[in-house]
């Protein structure tokens, strides 16, 4: 296969900050050299861009699907590249088995599949079946989600399935269902960001990492309507915000309950809107008294003055929504900081109504959809408990066992890789649409525990840091070459089409999980010959449960997707969330106090900084893919640190020098980039890297009491110059 470079934006390598309009712009209509065309979905973020991939003469490539309603066309610089990675040289064509001189080689698939389902079976027999663990992914289509869960429970007979959205989404998930009783992500369609009056958005950088959003808080701000971005960093989102709230990181429960302290104050609540369609109010404006502005300044950084103008300012408008993303939510509070900020969303009386209210922006491409439909620890498809009975008998008379061969809930992801060759631990790991070598915290423990393990086997398109440790790695499909379904940021169901064969010798996902099942003996479970086959069962497990697909069928995602729940053929899906009531069980939303605490890996003498991490707008998670496509390699080719001038100069660190950074699970070093736009106490370190450029070899894995997600986005650091002269 050959590529399109006829067809590639001129501004393909305009990855500055600020290049995200452009290269979020439209294409106008398909170049003139193309043949043919598929329309189908980008294998990134979660916005889940419409694109057509492209043929002609020349290769293959990709423009903007303009008829698409979230992206109208626009696409960012990851996914104007995304054709390069189909025909890359890295892609695995053979399965994989470690040979006894440590080599991976080349193996049939029979041979392979025979080797794991030997070796899996071995493990269970000696520890149990719960020694033999599945990791699954985020950007896994809902078909894969669903069937990695099943497979995990019915084939492996294991309890221990989790994956790497744990560490994404799991602290939005939490606090969403405890106050909403469901999680969605945005419970409205992405176009009412354009008619909000005012806006919170918290700890994300969208104009990088989703740019094509951005498009709705252009028009936002050219009706008038007001954007508040509270951020460490004066990130390109931030420069485009009528105010920034630099917060420091870790403190931002304080600041909600600041901004709704002011609310209370003042009279700014809505009464009304609290009287009739919430609960348990009176403690929150208990606790948020004891956050006055003065001792919110000393918490949080944030200047007493930008705190009650920007309480003000939300107050004052109509429509008011509060958006969140990883920045709050990565944190060992992860679920009370998101808890504090849908308080404040609630006070402010939006929640339900139109284009207001509280919203998360996800990350993963499928990080909605991933969560939903059983690759959880403690989940069944249709976003049930697996703790819940009744859910345990649907499922189960779906997936034809009886409940009680339904294993109870497992391990979650850190709990999981912690549990490594421990006594009860797990011994065996089935690792899909993950490279958790790079994404997990405290990264040289967790290749440390991946080590220990009797046996790794890893599905992947590319030989990752992840299926670099595996004893038997297998090659699958990308995401042109399998159809499937996923569920965008907003919960709207979208297809993604098979445009494409893949590489002779690979299968996809599904392929390969049901080769497997029927290696470990459990083939009639797993007789699916098509994506859509997998769809249809899906649709039976999830009816009835709050993310019911039941009445969405393939042909019905044909134009622009359908919102769960969509519980019959003939609902027209549901766009908006909450308008009359919450599937709580006294159909309010519930307040939660939340009392502010400091990060579990706080600062002191030796570590007197602040690291946080986040994403680029050239890289797309932990970059297996994105690191190997050559433009956005040249535009962001390894881990370069941020610092203030200021932190710098007492650091005796000069821009462009290489500094090590130090936390108390290791020392990595970098160049140093400096910029007046990030707080003095913080630094920033990019973690699309791994080996000696990781991030996640710093980072903490304390975890959320509640979410168990890991504290990724704060831990204490110490920065001095680097001793290595060598570039890592
Ligand atoms: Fe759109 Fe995200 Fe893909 Fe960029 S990475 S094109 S924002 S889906």
Not at 56 to 77: D, I, M, T
Not at 663 to 672: D, K, Q
Request: hydrophobic share 40%; charged share 20%.
């Amino acid at each position: 296969m050959r590529l399109i470079r006829a067809i590639e934006p001129p501004f393909i390598k305009d990855l500055r900050p600020g290049a995200h309009l452009a290269a979020g712009a439209a294409v106008e209509q398909l170049p003139a050299a193309v043949s043919s065309s598929a329309a189908t979905h980008c294998p990134y973020c979660a916005l889940q861009c419409g694109m057509h991939l492209t043929d002609g003469p020349a290769g293959v490539g990709v423009v903007g699907n303009q008829k698409f309603p979230v992206n109208e066309g626009g696409l960012c610089v990851k996914g104007w590249s995304a054709a390069s990675i189909l025909d890359h040289p890295d892609r695995l064509r053979a399965p994989l088995i470690r040979s006894p001189s440590g080599r991976l080689e080349p193996a049939t698939w029979d041979a392979a599949l025979g080797h794991i389902a030997s070796r899996f079976n071995d493990v269970q027999r000696r520890y149990g079946p719960d020694a033999v663990a599945v990791f699954g992914g985020g950007s896994l289509t809902n078909e894969k989600a669903y069937l990695l869960g099943k497979f995990a429970r019915v084939a492996l007979a294991t309890a221990n399935i989790d994956y790497n959205g744990r560490f994404c989404m799991s602290s939005a998930a939490a606090a969403q269902s405890m106050a909403f009783g469901v999680d969605r992500g945005l419970p409205f369609p992405i176009a009412d960001i354009a008619e909000a009056d005012a806006i919170l958005l918290v700890g994300s950088n969208a104009a990088e990492t989703m740019p094509p959003i951005m498009r709705y808080f252009e028009r936002q701000q050219e009706r008038g309507g007001k954007l508040i971005v509270a951020d460490p960093r004066r990130t390109p989102t931030a420069e485009w915000a009528t105010c920034h709230l630099p917060l420091r990181p870790g403190s931002d429960a304080a600041l909600a309950n600041g901004l709704l302290h002011v609310l209370v104050r003042d009279g700014l609540v809505d009464q009304d809107y609290i009287r009739d369609r919430t609960e348990d109010f009176d403690e929150v404006r208990r606790v948020v008294a004891g956050y006055w502005p003065e001792r919110v300044e000393k918490l949080t950084g944030v200047p007493e003055r930008l705190l009650i103008d920007s309480a003000r300012l939300l107050a004052t408008a109509g429509r008011v929504m509060v958006l969140t993303a990883r920045g709050p939510e990565q944190q060992a509070q992860g679920v009370n900081n998101t808890l504090a900020y849908i308080n404040l969303a609630l006070a402010l009386g939006g929640v339900g109504k139109p284009a207001s209210g509280f919203g998360t922006l996800t990350g993963q491409g499928n990080g909605q959809g991933g969560r939903e439909h059983g690759q959880k620890a403690d989940q069944l498809p249709g976003y049930r408990r697996i703790d819940d009975p009744a859910a345990r008998e649907h499922v189960a008379a779906v997936w034809g066992v009886p409940a009680s061969a339904i294993p109870a809930a497992g391990r979650s992801a850190c709990r999981l890789l912690e549990s490594i060759g421990t006594d009860n631990g797990v011994r065996a790991m089935f690792v899909m649409g993950s490279n958790l070598a790079v994404s997990a915290p405290d990264g040289n423990r967790v290749e440390a525990r991946l080590r220990a393990l009797d046996c790794l086997v890893v599905a992947d398109f590319f030989l990752s840091e992840t299926a670099s440790l595996a004893e038997v790695v297998l090659p699958s499909a990308q995401w042109a070459e399998e159809d499937g379904t996923m569920t965008n940021l907003e919960g709207r169901v979208i297809r993604r089409c098979r445009a494409l064969d893949p590489p002779a010798g690979v299968k996809t996902d599904l392929d390969i999980l049901c080769a497997l099942a029927a290696a470990l003996g459990k083939r009639q479970y797993f007789n699916f010959a098509a994506p859509r086959d997998v769809f249809e069962e899906l649709r039976r497990a999830s009816a009835g449960g709050l993310a019911d697909y039941s009445g969405i069928t393939y042909e019905r995602l044909e134009a622009d997707g359908v919102f769960w729940p969509c519980p019959s053929v003939d609902h027209p899906g549901t766009p908006r969330l909450f308008a009359e009531t919450f599937p709580t069980r006294s159909r309010r939303a519930r307040f939660h106090p939340v009392v502010h605490q400091t990060p579990a890996d706080d600062r002191d003498a030796d570590h007197p900084l602040y690291l946080t991490t986040g994403r680029l707008l050239a890289h797309y998670q932990s970059g297996t893919q994105t690191r190997r496509v050559a433009e956005l390699h040249e535009a962001a080719g390894e881990a370069v640190v941020e610092m203030h001038p200021a932190t710098a100069r007492r650091h005796a660190l000069a821009d462009g020098g290489r500094v090590a950074l130090t936390t108390r699970r290791g020392t990595g070093t970098f160049v140093l980039r400096l910029t007046p736009a990030i707080r003095e106490d913080t630094v920033f370190l990019p973690f699309h890297w791994g080996g000696a450029q990781s991030a996640n070899r710093l980072t903490s894995a304390a975890l959320d009491p509640t979410s168990e997600m890991p504290e990724f986005k704060v831990c204490a650091v110490r920065a001095a110059p680097a001793q290595d002269s060598n570039p890592a």
